[in-house]
Each structure stands twice: as structure tokens, then as C-alpha cells.
């Protein structure tokens, strides 16, 4: 899928504008935002990634607080070493691991706009489509959506109901101005929808809080579409991420394109994604639940639909 990515990336789709070749060996200062588990995991497949490929590509691994000034590239891997890596002027950026609205936000406050080929992202966050693409292979019969937001998130709530509607589903939404009021309004939406889809939103789905929102969805028979392993784990009834491997990949792909042509690639998501289910949790509701293989086909074949109407 590497090779595939990689194709994909050079065949000028992808990259703003062409450029000469990076002469001789393309040095990326690689910055964690800390030594966690996904981190130090897509390190290792980042340097296996470039390795695999004969990439003539140099990775130092600076720390959080040092300077990149001798790099060519630099790699940030989740929102603090992003925000560290972009007040470094004149080094291009490649940020990966952190979530669109984080991103935006980031840029939305920053006093200055970089050239558009001097940094990129690879958002951690799956695209709408992909995430109504799961709704629909797992639970088709379910159309009605709940969403709880954070003020500051910045969610585009009516971009995404139209998705829905375009779709035959219907969102029910609503804000959550402050933490106290977080599960009366869980209740509500809850009462009038037939699954939660949870976001990337940390004033609402927290370590402090994940357990009991699962619990009363739980209760009230609405299953929670969750964002990762851990979420699945935990109860959610099923989630469609990429792996810190699957993001390395793409990492790897890009800078391999970037040592080639000098230009970093416009903002995208991820192109390989995993899909986990919790069948204890299925059964425990009453959902005959597809396998995470018979739901990655069938997502991959409404992915390759729309992909053939946008090109008519």
C-alpha cells in the first residue's frame, strides 16, 4: 500500500507544483510531541517506511525544545510539535497526528500565512465521508445520527447534515456550552437518535468523562461510534482510524515526493484506514454486526462509487 501511496503522490494529483530535485541526501529533523505509544510507533515506521524505499532521506530526531535550524524538512508528529515546528520560520513543515480543526486553528491564529508549499498536514481525523461510509456498512437500518460539539470546535454541523441528508440520514446535533450540562444533553440527543458518532473533541470526549458517556449510550440501547482502538475497547460498538503504521506510510510517501520535487503536497487525510468492532457490544444490543473485513469492502466500493461519479 506504501508503493501505491507513493505512485499516487508522485503522479502530480497531489503536489501544488513541480520542482527541481532536492540535491543530495534530504535532511528531516523528526519532533515528537512526547515519547507516548503512538508516537515513538510512528517514528519507528516512519524510518522503516524510508528505509524499505531506498529513500536517500537523513532523520534526526530532535528533541521538543531543540532547534531544526539544519534541516531540510521538519516532521511534526502530534499539535505541540506542530505549534513548535511553525514558529520555526523559513523550515518547511509536515505535520501529522493532529486533528483539521486543531490545524486550522493553529493557522487561524497565527500572525502570519507560510507559503502554501511550506507546510502541509496529514489529519489524524477521517473524513465525513468515510465515517458515513461505516454508519452505512454497519449499521444501515440506523439513519439517525447524534453528534454532540464543543463551541470551539469548530465543526462544520450544517456542512455535515447536508452530507447526511444527501444520503437519506438525518443529524441530530447540538452544542455543549459547559461540562455540567454534558449528559442531560447526552440524554436528550440520545432519546432521538439511533447511534452517536463521536469526534475529535476533547471538551467533550475526554478520559474524565468517555466512560460514562459510553455507559449511559449504553443503557439507553444507542450505540457510540468511537475513534480509535481504545474507544472500541472501552464499549464503543465499532471505529474506522488509521494506525500509526498506516500514518507512517503516508509520512514516508510525502517526504519521499518532497526530496523529489521541493514541494510539499496540499493538506490530506489518510488514505489507509482500520476498521475495529466490538461484538460483545453488538450482541449485548441486539445488532447483528458485519466483520471489520465485510465493512472495509463494502466502504471501499462506495469510496470507489463516488470516486467514479466525480469523474464523469
Not at 104 to 113: F, V
Not at 181 to 205: G, M, Q, T
Not at 272 to 281: E, G, K, L, P, R
Request: net charge neutral; charged share 15%.
Amino acid at each position: 500500500m506504501f508503493r501505491q501511496i507513493a505512485i499516487l503522490l508522485l503522479s502530480g494529483t497531489a503536489v501544488l507544483m513541480a520542482g527541481a530535485a532536492w540535491p543530495g541526501t534530504l535532511n528531516v529533523s523528526l519532533i515528537l510531541s512526547d515519547s507516548s505509544p503512538p508516537y515513538r510507533q510512528f517514528s519507528e515506521s516512519f524510518n522503516k517506511a524510508l528505509a524499505a524505499n531506498k529513500a536517500d532521506v537523513t532523520v534526526v530526531e530532535s528533541p521538543l525544545t531543540g532547534s531544526a535550524a539544519h534541516a531540510d524538512l521538519i516532521v511534526a508528529v502530534g499539535m505541540k510539535a506542530t505549534e513548535i515546528a511553525f514558529a520555526q520560520n523559513g523550515t518547511p513543515v509536515l505535520a501529522v497526528m493532529v486533528p483539521e480543526t486543531g490545524y486550522q486553528e493553529m493557522l487561524a491564529r497565527a500572525s502570519r500565512q507560510p507559503p502554501v508549499h511550506k507546510i502541509s498536514v496529514i489529519y489524524l481525523n477521517q473524513p465525513w465521508d468515510r465515517q458515513i461510509d461505516l454508519l452505512h456498512a454497519a449499521l444501515p437500518e440506523r439513519r439517525r445520527i447524534g453528534l454532540l460539539y464543543s463551541p470551539d470546535s469548530h465543526i462544520d454541523v450544517e456542512g455535515l447534515r447536508e452530507r447526511i441528508a444527501k444520503r437519506g440520514g438525518l443529524l441530530v446535533a447540538q452544542p455543549v456550552s459547559s461540562e455540567d450540562r454534558l449528559y442531560s444533553i447526552l440524554e436528550n440527543v440520545l432519546a432521538k437518535s439511533d447511534v452517536l458518532l463521536a469526534i475529535p473533541d476533547n471538551a467533550i470526549y475526554n478520559s474524565s468523562n468517555i466512560r460514562n458517556t459510553l455507559l449511559t449510550s449504553y443503557r439507553l440501547g444507542v450505540p457510540l461510534i468511537g475513534l480509535s482502538q481504545s474507544y472500541v475497547n472501552a464499549g464503543a460498538l465499532c471505529a474506522v482510524f488509521s494506525t500509526p503504521e498506516q500514518i507512517a506510510d503516508q509520512a514516508g510517501a510525502t517526504v519521499i515526493s518532497f526530496s523529489q520535487n521541493a514541494r510539499l503536497p496540499a493538506p490530506q487525510y489518510l488514505a489507509d484506514f482500520t476498521i475495529a468492532v466490538n461484538q460483545q457490544v453488538a450482541r449485548s444490543l441486539g445488532i447483528e454486526l458485519p466483520s471489520p473485513e465485510q465493512i472495509h469492502s463494502q466502504m471501499d466500493k462506495a469510496q470507489m462509487g463516488r470516486a467514479g461519479r466525480q469523474g464523469k
